[in-house]
Structure formats: structure tokens, C-alpha cells
């Protein structure tokens, strides 16, 4: 998700966004709970990394047709042996409120809304939303996004970052988001319920960059590959900080949180249409890591729009000591066996490396709400306790596993199924054709085409 950076690469973005930016909050004492402690000392660029990945801003192009695009935010802190996700969800926003007889007639079903979700453990949930779409804003080419559920009496929402002192002052209840600064205040609204509710929670946290999506010194990589600027998948996914390190405080009913340098992560997925079914991991808490690590898998029954048909790929990626390995169907086969709940397994190589991964959970996970051809929906199961064993090597020559790059454990690893059905083992290999991996191969930046001309750019990109 992530414009985590500004490069010399990067789109330019309008004045405005750059301008917000640049008022995003500073460090002050950890014992005043409305700031965060140790907020980078350059909040709007971090020196020689470039991080920024495409696809890092808001989708919407206006349109009527159904659309929605999500944000996924995930800290974990290993001394506490919990982990906590924030969800943040934007739905038909053409529309806002109840929609009239005539746009009932003319578009068809339609479910504005705007959600915001945060997952605890496995025992916590909240879930805060509203009809009104017009409270949510978000920048068209950068990471920034915000919505306001409540505003403080005689105070306007904002509709861009602001400091953190102005955000606690005009917002009662909501959320900002910028490439290096998270901070809200939410209640469950009693809309839904999944048995496992907290009333409340406030945080305020900074987050300083480590991967994004690519080898750390890189152009940052489209998760899709250049192909997702088109409307040829659907929903599209970018992973936009594969790793971060976050410092700050999350108060969580009458428990307080206080982390620093813990590993975040941050996703987005958007689109009209919806998985039928998927599988889904990430771990970046490695036990005794030597360097920094992170792991993200992900697979799917996805819907091609101009097939007018269903795939089903699979994806692996692992972020060490500043380099990606990348494993795809356009760079060689994706296995994977998954159950429908507790075990999740995958093999993928390419020319030059070989990984596999297996991962367990004797927990029973909590449900979250997901986007479906219906609206919000508790299609989605998920564990922050799963036990992982990534290992990583080299290719042969000859084809055969090599010298060991990465042989690492955890027992706090994410681990999701979604859609369905899911009455039976999950057992695939993907691996696109010889046409479609030379065309997916090409080395096409197309955020630098673009960057050309600007004011052509696509929404997001």
C-alpha cells in the first residue's frame, strides 16, 4: 500500500498532498498518550531508500460501478506475544447514505460504506462504519488516507494529513494514515458481530521503512507485476511495506501498549470484483533472525474481466538482507496444498532460488468482514498464532536445492483463508504459459512512464 517514500523516481503528487506531508507529527513524551514517541526526524523522505511501490494511492476513478478498495495495516509486538491488524475499507463511494429508487433502478445493488476493523490476538474485534462515504478521503497517488466517524463539536474533518495535536483536537472518533505516521480512535459500532468485540481503541504510532516491495536499493515492483495498471485482474493486491520497524502506544480497553522498533507491515487490495476463494500469510517476527526478514504468501481464484473467467495463482515472497525473492507463475511453479483451516504449505522455485514454507495453527482464528458481491461479509478467517518454518536456497545448476540462504521459525505468524467453498484440501500448482511470462517479464517501470506525463497518470498508480 504504500508510498512509503518520495524518490526522485516517484509520480509527482499534487502540491497539496506533498504540503500535508510535511506537517506530520514529531517525536514528544511517551507519557502523553494524544503523541508517539521517537517519530522519524525526517517524516516525509528517509535518504537513499527507495521504498516508494507503485499502485500506493487511492483507485477510484468516479465511476458508478461497484468498486472497493481496503488497506491493511499489521504491528506485531514479540514481548507481548500479540499482534494487532487495522483494516480500513472504502465501498461504492460514488454513493453515499441509502441510495434512491432511481439509483437502486439504474445501478443496481450498490453498498456504500466506510469501515474501519482491528483485530487483536484472537480475541479481540472492532468494528467501526458508516454509510456516509463523503468523511473518507485518500490521496490519488500517495499513501495517505483518512476518514472521520465522529468530528468533535464545531470542528470540521479533515481531507488530508494533519498533525497529530490538530487530528486529536477536530476528530472524536477516526483514523489518518500517512507513508510513516498511523494514528485513531475507534468504537465498535454494534453493526456486526463475530462473538469476540472491544468497545474501544486509541493509538498513535511512526513507522520507519525497512522493504518495500524489491530489493531495498530497487524500483519498488507492482505485487501483480506492470500488468496491474490494466483492467486485466481483479481485485488487484500490492503488498506496500513488506517490513517496517514502528514505535508509539496502542490503548486497547484497559490495557496500554508500549513498542518500539516492532515489525509492521502494510497491504491494499481494490477493484469491482471479488475472490471467490483464497489463501493468504505474513510474518516478519522471525525467532532469533539474523538480519531482518519477511515472508508473504498469498493465493487465489480470481476473476479475469476480459476472459470473463476464473485463474487460480499463487505468490511468495521473501524480503533478507535488503534483497527480494521473488516467486510467481511468471517466473517459474507455485505449489501449495491448504487445508481449510490449520495448515498451509507451498513450494516455488525460479531459475535461481528454491523456497518452501509450512505453516500451522491449533488456534481457532477469528473472523473478519470482507468485500463480497453482497456487501461486507464474515467470509475470512484469521490467526496472528501461527507457527512457520520458511526455509530458502539456492538453485543448482542442475535444477536441485543448493547452499542454504535461510533456514528461520516462528510462532507469530498470519495466517488467513477466505471465500469458499472450503470443504476439502486446496491442492494447486500455477505456473503461466511461455507467452504470458514474457510478458509479464518485461522490464516495463510504468510509474516512470508516467511520471513523463502526470496528469495522465491513473488514479492509485
Not at 125 to 135: I, R
Not at 254 to 264: C, G, M, T
Not at 293 to 321: K, Q
Not at 344 to 362: F, P
Amino acid at each position: 500500500m504504500a508510498s512509503f517514500l518520495s524518490n526522485g523516481n516517484a509520480p509527482a503528487s499534487d502540491a497539496s498532498t506533498s504540503e500535508k506531508q510535511n506537517q506530520l507529527p514529531r517525536s514528544s513524551s511517551l507519557s502523553d498518550c494524544s503523541t508517539v514517541v521517537a517519530s522519524p526526524a525526517t517524516p516525509t523522505v528517509v535518504p537513499s531508500r527507495q521504498l516508494r511501490t507503485p499502485h500506493s494511492g487511492y483507485h477510484f476513478d468516479g465511476s458508478k460501478r461497484r468498486f472497493f478498495e481496503g488497506w491493511y495495516l499489521k504491528l506485531s509486538i514479540p514481548e507481548e506475544k500479540t499482534s494487532f491488524a487495522f483494516i480500513y475499507s472504502i465501498e461504492d463511494p460514488a454513493f453515499s447514505g441509502t441510495l434512491s429508487e432511481y439509483d437502486q433502478r439504474e445501478y443496481g445493488p450498490r453498498f456504500p460504506g466506510a469501515g474501519a476493523q482491528v483485530m487483536e490476538g484472537e480475541n479481540n474485534y472492532l468494528f467501526q462504519c458508516s454509510s456516509d462515504t463523503n468523511m473518507f478521503w485518500a490521496s490519488k497517488h500517495e499513501l495517505a488516507l483518512g476518514n472521520t466517524f465522529v468530528a468533535h463539536p464545531g470542528k470540521s474533518p479533515p481531507q488530508g494529513i494533519i498533525s497529530n495535536e490538530e487530528f486529536s483536537a477536530r476528530v472524536e472518533q477516526g483514523y489518518q494514515v500517512s507513508p510513516v505516521w498511523h494514528q485513531g480512535l475507534l468504537h465498535d459500532s454494534g453493526r456486526f458481530s463475530n462473538g469476540k468485540t472491544m468497545k474501544s481503541i486509541r493509538w498513535a504510532y511512526s513507522t520507519r521503512p525497512i522493504f518495500g516491495w524489491g530489493d531495498v536499493l530497487a524500483t519498488q515492483k507492482a505485487t501483480a507485476g506492470w500488468l496491474a495498471v490494466l483492467p486485466v485482474f481483479e481485485p488487484h493486491w500490492q503488498v506496500c511495506m513488506a517490513g517496517g520497524l514502528s514505535t508509539g502506544w496502542i490503548e486497547c480497553g484497559d490495557r496500554r501498549f508500549e513498542f518500539q522498533d516492532v515489525p509492521s507491515y502494510v497491504e491494499k487490495n481494490w477493484g469491482g470484483t471479488f475472490p471467490k476463494k483464497w489463501f493468504w500469510g505474513q510474518c516478519n517476527a522471525f525467532n532469533d533472525s539474523p538480519s531482518h526478514v519477511s515472508l508473504t504468501i498469498a493465493g487465489g481464484r480470481r476473476y479475469l474481466p476480459l476472459t470473463r473467467s476464473y485463474e487460480e495463482v499463487g505468490l511468495v515472497g521473501v524480503h533478507y538482507e535488503g534483497k527480494f525473492y521473488e516467486f510467481a507463475p511468471w517466473k517459474g511453479p507455485v505449489e501449495w496444498e491448504i487445508r481449510p483451516w490449520g495448515y498451509w504449505h507451498m513450494k516455488a522455485w525460479n531459475t535461481q532460488y528454491e523456497v518452501e514454507l509450512i505453516g500451522t495453527t491449533k488456534n481457532s482464528g477469528c473472523s473478519i468482514l470482507c468485500p463480497t458481491e453482497s456487501g461486507m461479509n464474515f467470509l475470512c478467517r484469521d490467526t496472528f498464532f501461527g507457527d512457520m518454518k520458511l526455509e530458502l536456497w539456492e538453485r543448482t545448476s542442475t535444477g536441485t536445492k543448493g547452499e542454504v540462504i535461510l533456514s528461520v521459525t516462528s510462532d507469530m505468524a498470519a495466517l488467513e483463508v477466505g471465500g469458499g467453498p472450503w470443504d476439502s484440501v486446496w491442492n494447486h500448482r500455477s505456473e503461466s504459459s511461455r507467452v504470458a511470462k514474457a510478458l509479464l517479464g518485461l522490464p516495463i517501470d510504468v510509474a516512470s512512464l508516467f511520471s513523463w506525463f502526470p496528469s495522465r497518470t491513473p488514479p492509485g498508480l
